[in-house]
């Protein structure tokens, strides 16, 4: 009974007029197959749009009420890494993942309702700031960082070039603190390497999140290595955020042992998996990871560890085990969206635990030295040995 009450009340708002729509919506569903249910919320959702487009006191922007429907669908799935674009916020997103953008340089992490420098880039505004990994992001411009959604938290930092953005940074054992920044543009080059000892021949690639152009970045890298006589790798992970699938699996075909990589598995349980073709490694790999270590960078360290290509050296990943598609709309903008799981070769879900390395070693605060990398060192040297 109450909910016919609850209809009849809908049906007078809407009017005669859009009585025929609501008849219209009610005859696709059933051919759609729809439940009763779905169609009883496409009703509500009808009639509270036109209740506010009638009566409601103000302006009414129809784009605007739209954008701010969709928004509020995907914030109300409660997932920190789904959420809806508008034309600025998907703009960027495309320039960073193609390689350039307006901003300071750092990469952000989301996690226990928590904005936190994940890795700052070299060269970059950010650096030069003084800003750190491991740096909560409290507020920008004055607005608290809680208040925005957790990835409009990048659109608020960006901007136009020469422009500043001032963020209040926690940074533990101190006192709050600003930093006023001059925005840049910033080039990504993601992959950066050296020999450490070429008598030896040790060499050591950094790889600091994974964009478009990762897998070729790093395909030239390597193969620069190899040339001045390569017989043991370092590939450091660490604050690495994570980024595309696509340049993940790129690099892991250079390094990944033929077979499995990752397989990704949505919703209705279909599963795609990523594979390697190469025959084998020619010589041994360490891989370095710590807290900041997410998505794709897992995805690439869980196979390795895997399949016995490599031994993980550092402190647990983020866990991050979760698969984002973007879906553009109609608009210049566009639905961010977790779809599916991913799972190491061995069918391991990091979602929430991450990946415990094979040779846990913290990096002291205040250190000294890199006694991460100096461990790396050390059991590459007892691999290339045994």
């Known amino acids: 009974m109450k909910k016919k009450i609850i209809f009849a009340g809908l049906v007078a708002c809407l009017g005669c007029a859009s009585l025929g729509s609501f008849l219209t919506i009610a005859g696709i569903c059933y051919a759609l197959n729809v439940s009763p249910d779905s169609v009883q919320n496409l009703v509500r959702f009808v009639g509270v749009r036109k209740l506010i487009e009638s009566r409601y006191v103000g302006d ?3 784009t605007q009420l739209m954008d701010g429907a969709i928004s509020g669908m995907v914030q109300s799935l409660g997932d920190p890494h789904s959420l809806y674009m508008g034309p600025q916020m998907y703009e960027q997103l495309m320039d960073q ?3 350039s953008f307006g901003g300071i ?3 952000m992490g989301f996690k226990d309702d928590k904005v936190t420098i994940i890795s700052v880039m070299d060269d970059t505004p950010g650096q030069a700031a003084g800003l750190a990994a491991g740096d909560e992001i409290v507020a920008i411009d004055g607005t608290p960082a809680s208040s925005y959604e957790p990835e409009e938290v990048a659109l608020h930092i960006r901007g136009e070039i020469g422009t500043n953005v001032t963020l209040t940074i926690h940074r533990e054992g101190e006192e709050d603190k600003d930093y006023t920044i001059e925005r840049a543009t910033i080039q990504m080059k993601t992959v950066g390497g050296h020999m450490i000892d070429e008598s030896a021949g040790l060499g050591y690639i950094r790889i600091s999140n994974f964009s478009e152009n990762t897998g070729d ?3 030239k890298q390597l193969t620069e290595l ?9 590939i450091d992970l660490r604050e690495n955020p994570g980024g595309l699938v696509k340049s993940c699996t790129e690099v892991a075909n250079l390094v990944v042992p033929k077979g499995p990589i990752v397989s990704i ?3 209705s349980g279909k599963k795609e998996e990523y594979t390697s073709d190469l025959a084998e490694n020619e010589y041994p790999i360490v891989v370095l990871i710590d807290g900041n270590s997410a998505s794709a960078a897992e995805i690439l360290a869980g196979a390795l560890q895997d399949t016995g290509a490599a031994t993980l050296v550092g402190t647990t990943s983020y866990g991050k085990g979760s698969v984002q598609v973007v879906v553009p709309m109609y608009h210049d903008d566009a639905v961010k969206l977790t779809i599916a799981k991913y799972y190491t070769p061995s069918g391991r879900s990091i979602d929430g635990t991450g990946i415990e390395p094979d040779v846990f ?4 605060q205040g250190a000294t030295s890199d006694v991460q990398m100096e461990k790396a060192e050390e059991v590459l040297k007892d691999k290339i040995a045994q």
Not at 361 to 364: Q, S, T, V
């Open 60 to 62: 009414v922007d129809d």
């Open 97 to 99: 993942t193609e390689g």
């Open 105 to 107: 340089g750092v990469y």
């Open 217 to 219: 970045e790093f395909k």
């Open 226 to 234: 190899e040339d001045k006589g390569l017989h043991g790798l370092i």
């Open 265 to 267: 598995i949505d919703k």
């Open 361 to 364: 070693i913290e990096l002291p």
